[in-house]
DNA sequence: TTGTAAGCGTTATCAT
DNA sequence: ATGATAACGCTTACAA
């Protein structure tokens, strides 16, 4: 347990004060830029390491984010993680990560414990019953920045990162019909959450563009899960004029939905199209390949951390841009492909 | 923005020492329950909150622990530090997590970082070309203590959570024969990682076991990804003798190589019968469901938080329980069911 | 049971 | 360009 270096042990080995080493190792300009060398160097031999917790007491900043999450296990989660890790490890940020589990009274305790740890700003993906961001009150009022991402709450103003999903759901749809269906079903996430009745729009606006009926009964919301997808394919097999076309918000769900289906000896693509949403790993492995929304999980988690770190350094409001919509790319695999084109 | 509340500010109001305010927060026993009590719900009224960096300064510890993975976006990684998350947040402790992105390289700059941060203590399973522990000597030094989990160095005295991999290979291996396999291919990964050399180890076991020929042209070492599986389909039809069982030490890697074998009409269990590892979610979608090994990440990251964190609490001393192996269990589904039993 | 006071390692302000 | 000094908010001997 060797003791730890601070900048006084420096200042007294090279005969100047500490706080000519703290200014030359932060770089400030009013120092001379050969003692700079000669401190960074000795810092260096030392094994000086800086005592964050001093500079943050001191300078009263963390350069620490907050990161909320419904679920930490799935997979587009963790590609947006691993993009949100790679950019706050660049700009020497910490993030501190936690789930909500889907439930607004986990979200609610993620908020206190983020709050109580000071994190500069905080990102967050809303669980699927948070309908109001009254919990997060706290942040605005003491001026800490918040981005949503994903799953955000559109009407309220609080920046978002997202994907035009009506758009998304739109294109998915249009595909569909584009390969010669006409009774599309659309398996649907909570609408509760924008993501979800985006989707949904998308597909009932494709349906109208399209002069298609928009039929209730071909319309499930659900929660996505395996079960969900499960459940559908029961549904469709039950139907007496069954969907020549499925368009299901989660890829996850569609697999688990398709699986079902084929076995009960429904082919597909020929008796049902079928496209998901994500590009979930499992997309391409799946017999036949699964039709898709490629959605940029990891460059939305940069984007996120590089605007919170932008607004924190100052370079760009926040509030200016209120939107950041990313692109999305309709990735057409075996699942969908009747024609060849 | 409002004022901070700080001890001094409910000393005051109270007419109490700082001491005592800080002493009653912390439930320390000399302090009069009713005195506390008075201090909890004034300090609740006026909405203070700890500041942990003045705390960590004076405390010098940080209540921070460090995690380094291999890769966020994976689906077993997930729920081990979905798992990591749950624990720490109960004891109020914060996770720094980074990833190596299968790199020794970034592996020992993640390491920097978290002895930076000063960490309390550090939860690694290493990348992919790691063959020593040096870069964390420092933390060694200082008496800063860590835990492998997964990704594992056997023979360095660092304690480790995993599973038995021998025995998990060998049970894999064991059920194909016991399904009247009698030529088993085996997908390795790096066996310069002991998860993989260990599933190796036991595949060879169980063969010799039951007194099967270990053939080499019937093991591939690879790094498990989806074009490894092709590639090892590709390698399975260009044989004169294909074999009759598969064992891939990762369901990723397992279903690439089914759907490919499958599409140019390999049966399954018929022709090959196929075994994975890591009950990822894609085992129970795929068509025929993947028989695998389960494998407990939640309970691993739980019991990795906790054990760090009953150490750090002098509650327990890691070195005397040198490595915690968890139990696992071999899921038997359709891509391996011959007989009904 | 409570109070006093020093100190954790930095950085910002004011001097020089 | 550099130095002296006072915070930042908390904890903990030591005293009372």
Redesign the interface.
Known sequence: ??KEVTIYDIAKLLQLSPATVSRALNDHPAINSNTKDIIASKAQEMGY??????S??RRQR?STIGVIVP?????F???V??GM?KVA?EA?Y??????SLESVRKEMANAK?M????VDGLLVSLASDTDTLDHFDTFF???IPMILFDRVMPQQNCTSIVIDNVKAGYDATAHLIGQGCQRIMHVAGSIRRSVYADRLKGYKLALLDHNLPVDDSLLRITNLT?QD?LDAAAAIRRMDTPPDGLFVASD?CA??CM?AL??EGVSIPGDLAVVGFNDD??A????P?LTTIHYPG?EMGEIAVQSLINHLNGRLRISTTNTILLNYELIVRNSSRRTES
């Open positions: 347990m060797e390491r800086s005592n964050r917790f001093a943050n007491l963390t679920r930490l296990d799935s997979a989660m963790s590609t993680l691993a890790e490890n020497s910490n993030l501190i990560i936690s789930q414990t709050f109580d740890s000071r009022r003491k001026g395996r997808g996850f697999v688990s699986g084929m076995q790993p499992v391409q492995v799946i017999q390949s990891q």
